[in-house]
């Protein structure tokens, strides 16, 4: 039997469950953070929460017998694939990260790319009307802009109190085009801030922007650990943890 653990709930993670689960004389487990009020569960097995830094992750490794290591977080998870990377390291467990494309510029876009979600809020020009897409918990991040009005859309509610310029519209993607384009006509959005987070599910936004001459503040994802295998796929990231 080998036993493959999973970390994380994209929609990559459950791709690459769904391929495992189907394999004889392999176990998937699938390990959710547990910061999503309804996630969307993978096949298999599913653990939900945290496992107390590196040092809890390469103890739960051990303890159950893991062969194989898959780190399909959000591609900005940055503590989360570092942890990994570490507890892979002490636990003896081959690591593999799985990570979606990042998005690239297409004719007509009017892309600002910034290093960090500091810098997108730094960058958006004074009595701007903004799309904010960076998740719930970088809102506090861009609230200081004042001078800013923002429409902060979330799966889960951010934590109170929201800002009086920020406006949190709850919603799970996937996202269409047409109704990318009718909130930016609603809310008269002038700018896009968003993550490079990469994948079909939420690229609508950037078709909507482009289409509507809206600038896109776009923030670089994380690198992944040194040394951290990678693949893009998930057929083949699971020929990979089938060894």
Request: no cysteine; proline share 8%; charged share 30%.
């Amino acid at each position: 039997m080998r036993r493959v653990l999973i970390l994380g709930g994209t929609a990559e993670a459950r791709d690459l469950a769904a391929r495992l689960s189907d394999v004889p004389d392999v176990r998937v487990v699938s390990s959710l953070a547990g910061r999503v009020a309804d996630p969307r569960l993978p096949a298999g097995e599913v653990r939900v929460g945290g496992f107390g830094g590196p040092d809890g992750l390469a103890a739960w490794l051990r303890e159950h017998r893991i062969d194989r290591l898959v780190d399909a977080t959000h591609p900005f998870a940055e503590r989360m694939s570092a942890s990994a990377a570490r507890a892979s390291e002490r636990a003896g467990v081959p690591l593999l990260a799985l990570r979606r494309p990042g998005w690239r510029a297409e004719d007509g876009d009017d892309w600002r790319r910034v290093p960090s979600l500091a810098d997108a809020a730094a960058a958006l020009p004074r009595g701007a009307r903004a799309f904010l897409t960076t998740g719930r918990r970088s809102i506090e991040v861009f609230a200081a802009r004042a001078d800013v009005w923002f429409l902060a859309r979330s799966v889960d509610p951010p934590e109170k109190p929201v800002p009086e310029n920020v406006r949190v519209l709850l919603s799970r993607g996937p996202y269409t085009l047409d109704g990318e384009r009718a909130l930016i006509r609603e809310h008269r959005l002038d700018v896009l801030v968003t993550k490079d987070s990469g994948g079909a599910m939420t690229r609508a936004k950037l078709t909507a922007a482009r289409a509507a001459g809206l600038p896109v503040i776009m923030v670089d994802r994380p690198p992944v650990p040194d040394g951290v295998a990678t693949a893009t796929d998930p057929a083949e990231a699971a020929r990979w943890a089938q060894g």
